[in-house]
């Protein structure tokens, strides 16, 4: 259960990771403005400018006067959200390294014992049944 969760929230991080450097390219490309909004008297603005997203509170949008100014680079968020998808790759790589010196040196594929003159077809140490080797 807990590995099925990593393995999606590595997806959905993937995802935001991809969003992340389209933001990246774009927001070099162009600026954009991407939220406008009121809360109360106060106003945002979320933009995407010169490789930053940022977001702006104004007091009042006649005069623009910000009381808040947030400055966040694409390539930090590109990074962040990268972190688990790269920690699931090298895991997929390690495990299958494993199960490949395994599988070369004969010993269970499931808990590494060594299966060297087993002939009763489950390994003593764990209960996995082995495949008959073909010859
Ligand atoms: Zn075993």
Redesign the pocket.
Known sequence: MTRRLFTIFCGLSLLLCVASLVLWVRAWMANDLILKAHIGNNGYLLTLRQGRIELTGIWDFADSASWLNWNIPCWLVLLLTAVLPVLLFISVVRRRSILSARMKNGS??????SLTGNVSGT?P????EIAAKTP
């Not at 269970?108 to 014992?113: E, H, Q, R, T």
């Open positions: 269970c594929l499931k808990c590494g014992y390994c140490e764990c209960g996995m």
